[in-house]
């Protein structure tokens, strides 16, 4: 079964910094492309990027509203999918999902950007 | 980018109802389209996949069907447990997501 389970989350101030993590089990973590996904409160999903596997060179891929200031990164030696967020603005404040498309994903992790 | 345009945004329905939402996508996605539920608090749920098959263990009164730019999520019978909100998402390139359907009780 796929687990994913993502932590880091919590309050930042506007301009600041936070490391997400997803950790991944029961399913070949170095094979998979992995996304994340974020949701504003009361709001639709929102694609935030992804990073491709090793056999497709770690490719990374981001939404226009993040590209420049979040990196995907991962580990595959720990099974586990990294979102490093700088330069943090009020309009990043959602729930940020890890998702292996098209199922499994994470329970998310809520990020608060405010003063 | 691809966009989606879902409609309704939101649906009223009772109990057996048949309820039908659209999807249209900006440019042409083949098959690669899925459709998703959502309930308060949780994370989306896979329901259909490349357009029309039904993920192992949803029931079959959901259905997908279409290709292209035109895909429409079918309930053939609304129960209890389907009031929820309903994404179509595209990975023909990237990924995008419609803006959902809030499917309400009548």
Partial sequence: ?????ESGGGLVQPGGSLKLSCAASGFTFSGSAMHWVRQASGKGLEWVGRIRSKANSYATAYAASVKGRFTISRD???NTAYLQMNSLKTED????YCTRHPSGWGQGTLVTVSS | AIQLTQSPSSLSASVGDRVTITCRASQGISSALAWYQQKPGKAPKLLIYDASSLESGVPSRFSGSGSGTDFTLTIS???PEDFATYYCQQFN????????????IK
């Fill in chain 1, 1 to 5: 079964e796929v687990q994913l389970v």
């Fill in chain 1, 76 to 78: 595959d030696s720990k």
């Fill in chain 1, 93 to 96: 404040t959602a729930v940020y």
């Fill in chain 2, 77 to 79: 019978s609304l129960q």
């Fill in chain 2, 93 to 104: 390139s990237y990924l995008s997501f419609g803006g959902g359907t809030k499917v309400e």
